[in-house]
């Protein structure tokens, strides 16, 4: 890993940034969100939309980790159930599929776009549920077993901590086989070297793009290798009460941890000093598994996105099937 291509000193630091979805990617800009999608038809399908205000709690150091967190999976999710409407949409299969009973009812009670948000939110709130239960208290779960042979609170730390982190990167590893999954890692490459190129200060083409790095040190798997390594700290001073205790602390400390991973994150994106580096290593390392080297026109979905949001504030929005300009929409909706 060349480091110098990663943390590079001529290059202007941006906030841009993104998420690479199904057959797609998308960008977040200063003022607005662009959505891209590569169509089975190889046309793209573009969607915009204007940010609402940042809020007074979204400028407070700690708590705007907490903020920013909570409002990236909300939106990352309801992108990822767009996307996935709009390649159904464009599959061209003409057999209608009947919506199941839960569907309905929702449908019935809360309108199509009160259902649609409701099943958004579920799926947000199932997400954090497994998320929480899977890789921060299973392991605590798993290692209490380990007080048989053990009672030395820092060893048994240690293990959950050892435990949690490699629970994390086996599930990642194995994800990572899948067609689907590996697909959209492909495209989180090119958001990432699509990054570099515009921070480079160099043209936003493909043959620009191409011979970046696909590790970036603002990335958000390098936040979540920041949370586990943070609770893995915080969780060393607590020292190894009871399971009950244990379980309550993990889910209080929560907070705290996306608090000063989100903080580590900013200054690492911004600094390009040893320590900066050091502590960024473990993240960097994992991206090597969440991203993989795209194709070009995965880059060029990526460079779609981006010029998107480098738009005037007064631009408007706009979506439908686009060329690779942005604002040569051929389609509206």
């Known amino acids: 890993m060349d480091l110098k291509r990663i943390f590079m000193k001529d290059a202007c ?12 990617i998308m960008m977040r800009g200063s003022d607005r969100t662009a959505t891209v999608i590569r169509l089975p038809d190889k046309s793209l399908y573009i969607s915009t939309e204007k940010l609402k205000p940042a809020s007074k709690w979204s400028k407070v150091p700690l708590i705007r980790g907490v903020v920013a967190f909570v409002g990236s999976l909300v939106m990352g999710t309801r992108i990822l159930m767009k996307s996935a409407d709009i390649l159904e949409k464009y599959e061209g299969e003409t057999e209608d599929v009947e919506d199941d009973k839960l569907t309905l009812w929702l449908e019935k009670k809360f309108g199509k776009e009160g259902a649609w948000n409701a099943m958004m939110y579920a799926s947000v709130v199932i997400a954090l549920l497994f998320t929480v239960g899977v890789f921060i208290l299973l392991p605590t779960v798993i290692v209490n077993w380990c007080k048989y042979f053990t009672s030395d609170p820092n060893v048994l730390n240690l293990i959950e901590g ?5 629970m994390f990167v086996i599930y990642v590893a194995l994800i990572r086989k899948m067609p689907d999954i590996r697909r959209v890692f492909q495209f989180h490459g090119a958001e990432h070297k699509c990054i570099h190129c515009y921070e480079k200060g160099l043209p936003l083409t493909v043959e620009n793009c191409r011979p970046f790095y696909t590790l970036h040190p603002r990335c958000g798997t390098s936040f979540l290798m920041f949370v586990l390594v943070i609770s893995f700290l915080l969780h060393a001073f607590l020292g190894w009460p009871s399971l009950g205790l244990r379980i ?4 209080l400390l929560l907070p705290v941890v996306a608090g000063v ?13 040893l320590l900066v580096k050091i502590l960024s290593l473990p993240g960097l390392y994992l991206q090597k598994l969440t991203t993989v080297e795209p194709d070009d026109e995965q880059l060029q979905v990526s460079i779609t996105a981006m010029k998107a ?23 509206t909706e």
């Not at 050892?162 to 490699?166: E, G, M, N, P, S």
């Not at 309550?248 to 889910?251: E, K």
């Not at 991973?261 to 000093?273: C, H, K, V």
């Open 309 to 331: 949001v480098l738009v005037p504030e007064d631009t408007p929005v706009y979506e439908g099937l686009c060329d690779c300009a942005p604002n040569a929409v051929c389609e």
């Open 248 to 251: 309550a602390s993990r889910l």
């Open 261 to 273: 991973s989100y903080e580590l994150l900013r200054w690492a994106g911004r600094s390009d000093n």
């Open 162 to 166: 050892v435990l949690r982190i490699a």
């Open 13 to 24: 630091p941006t906030k841009i940034g993104g998420q690479a979805i199904l057959e797609g």
